[in-house]
Nanobody
Framework: QVQPVESGGGLVQAGDSLRLSCAAS????????MGWFRQAPGKGREFVAS????????YYADSVKGRFTISRDNAKNMAYLQMNTLKPEDTAVYYC????????????????????WGQGTQVTISS
């Protein structure tokens, strides 16, 4: 019922900006917390940011605080990740995720906290 699809990845230079988009179909989208994760080559899937169902509360990994901004537009069934001052360390496949339990607002950082995942979009930062 909830099918996330990411877009917006690409190859950019260090210091540049990029915005990722996530389209999530399903009538329950507006009542579920959403998150962004990333997975670099040879590493596990890492929490990046999350946003509550209402959009009023956000959380960020320490590695991206001050550089990345998560947002959502429930009317359009869309979520976004604005990435500024990108670094080579940000290179990874980025995944959009939707929680399996509605109305959450706590800091959910584990992959087990999310029930629906997109296919991922590649982000590569050159030095």
């Amino acid at each position: 019922q909830v099918q996330p699809v990411e877009s917006g990845g690409g190859l950019v230079q260090a210091g540049d900006s990029l915005r990722l988009s996530c389209a999530a179909s399903g009538r329950t989208f507006s009542s579920h917390m959403m998150g962004w994760f990333r997975q670099a080559p040879g590493k596990g899937r890492e929490f990046v940011a999350s946003i509550s169902w209402s959009g009023s509360t956000t959380y960020y990994a320490d590695s991206v605080k001050g550089r990345f901004t998560i947002s959502r537009d429930n009317a359009k069934n869309m979520a976004y990740l604005q990435m500024n001052t990108l670094k080579p360390e940000d290179t990874a496949v980025y995944y959009c995720a939707v929680r399996g339990i509605p109305f959450g607002s706590a800091k959910y950082t584990g992959t087990e906290d999310y029930g629906y995942w997109g296919q991922g979009t590649q982000v590569t930062i050159s030095s």
